[in-house]
């Protein structure tokens, strides 16, 4: 018997009042087809469900939204611990159209093993100066949580913004 | 005259092992960086286990360029057991790569470890369309895993690159050329299942080993360390995606372990291996890397 769930690459699009919204879920790998919008146009691309981005993906992913040019703007929503660490790895993989209006940070706590992630709200948790500000993190005993993160890599592309 | 493992740490081991482990351990020289830095030009590098402490992994990468295939970090928790793995695949590499786990997990372990269901997984594939099904297995097998919940997504996503790997890039035929490398990722190829990859995971001592072994063994130091390199070079957001991913699965492989294990007989075998602490992503990241890149 197999395991039971099955991961697989979605990708929908949905024309709102005054942009389209995408809705990626799941691994972008090589299966990982994004899907053509107006260049030009206001595109909010919600990245919650995303699981995993290999290589082959990464790639795919730069060549889509570096297709974007200006006046579009591309605001990226609820991006992924995966999507956060190529932001600042891989050149390309945040396109000079794009926002970044929520990302999550991954906790950990030393003490219990438990991890928990926090979504970072753009206006609420950080903004343009780059530095962020978080209500405290605590695990089941009540001890604050560390972010499980290396912040000089992590939050580098806050800079960018 | 040079220093045994066992002549150096003999007392890593409790009495009833030691006799068991000296013939082993006292085969397998070693030198320490960065106090015996002045010799480690003028020796035979790929005979040593190199025992390192405080270096960066720029400077481990180095070492490895001067032929350095077993790079061991002293200061780490899971050192006597890093210093039996490195001392193995040194002296018996095809013993190792026969069922590595043992190895990995408890040095020397009795069967005890492959008898149990929930402490590893072993899975052979031989085609890319199967890929999805064995990161899914993957994935079921560490959740069961409950200490393993903060790198269940990093070692999903080492599993995927490893598998990517030896669908794509290890196979060679006739003239060592590689017939699948340039094709597109979503070609449904399939390998004789002759040569079928492994796939393997482990649990226990407060780690999880993550591994994949093929049979073609095309793997080359100098494009492992060449792109680690280029990789530890390049300041951050500057790194280009080459064409199919390629160096980029690497980069994350490496970046993302505590442990790294590359261990090549040329036309035989390649087993790449992770090894991950339980302790969270930053602790992988951060650690001081045991690195082996063993291409006998």
């Known amino acids: 018997m197999g395991p039971l769930n099955n991961d697989a690459f979605n990708c929908t699009v949905s024309n709102e009042m005054s942009h389209a919204l995408v809705e990626v879920s799941g691994p972008i790998d090589e299966s990982a087809s994004f899907p053509e919008l107006r260049s030009e146009g206001h595109i909010r691309v919600d990245l919650t469900n995303v699981t995993r981005i290999n290589s082959v993906g990464t790639r795919t992913w730069c060549v889509w939204i570096q297709r974007f040019r200006a006046p579009a703007e591309v605001i990226l929503i609820g991006c992924p611990v995966c999507i956060v660490s190529v932001f600042t790895a891989v050149r390309g993989v945040l396109g000079k159209q794009c926002r970044v209006y929520s990302f999550i940070i991954p906790f950990y706590s030393v003490d219990t093993g438990e991890s928990k992630n926090v979504l970072a709200v753009w206006g609420q948790h950080f903004d343009h100066s780059g530095k962020l500000k978080l209500p405290p993190v605590i695990d089941s005993k009540g001890v604050p949580m560390e972010m499980d993160v290396i912040p000089e890599t992590y939050f580098a592309f806050l800079k960018q913004l | ?296």
Not at chain 2, 138 to 167: H, K
Not at chain 2, 213 to 230: F, N, P, W
Not at chain 2, 258 to 267: D, E, H
Request: charged share 25%.
């Open chain 2, 1 to 296: 005259m040079n220093k045994s493992v066992f002549d150096e740490y003999y007392m890593l081991w409790p009495e009833p092992s030691r006799a068991q482990l000296r013939p082993l351990l006292q085969r397998v020289p070693v030198l320490h960086y960065p106090k015996d830095k002045k010799v480690l030009t003028s020796v035979a590098a790929n005979t040593y286990v190199l025992i390192v402490e405080n270096a960066k992994l720029g400077a481990l990468i180095d070492l490895a360029h001067l032929g350095f295939n077993h790079i061991v970090q002293k200061t780490r928790e899971d050192f006597p057991q890093e210093l039996l793995a490195a001392s193995l695949m040194l002296v018996k590499p095809e013993s190792f790569v026969r069922n590595p786990i043992p190895f990995f997990m408890s040095g020397f372990a009795t069967s005890k470890l492959l008898k149990d269901p929930d402490r590893h997984l072993i899975l052979r594939f031989n085609k890319a369309g199967d890929k999805s099904t064995l990161i899914d297995w993957v994935g079921a097998f560490l959740e069961r895993q409950s200490d393993s919940n903060a790198i269940r997504d990093l070692c999903l996503q080492a599993a995927d690159e490893m598998i990517t790997n030896a669908l794509f890039n290890a196979p060679v035929v006739l003239k060592k050329k590689r017939p699948f490398k340039d094709l597109d990722r979503t070609s449904d190829i399939t390998i004789p299942s002759s040569l079928s990859a492994k796939l393997f995971i482990c649990f226990g001592n407060g780690r999880i080993v993550l591994g994949c072994q093929d049979h073609y063994g095309s793997l080359k130091k100098d494009d492992v360390l060449g792109r680690l390199g280029e990789v530890l070079n390049e300041r951050d957001n500057n790194f280009k995606i080459g064409s199919g991913g390629a160096g980029f699965g690497m980069r994350n492989l490496v970046h993302g372990a505590a442990n790294f294990y590359t261990l090549v007989k040329p036309g035989k075998w390649t087993l790449i291996a992770c090894g991950y602490r339980l302790k969270g992503l930053k602790s992988n990241m951060t650690a001081a890397k045991h690195l082996h890149f063993s291409f006998g």
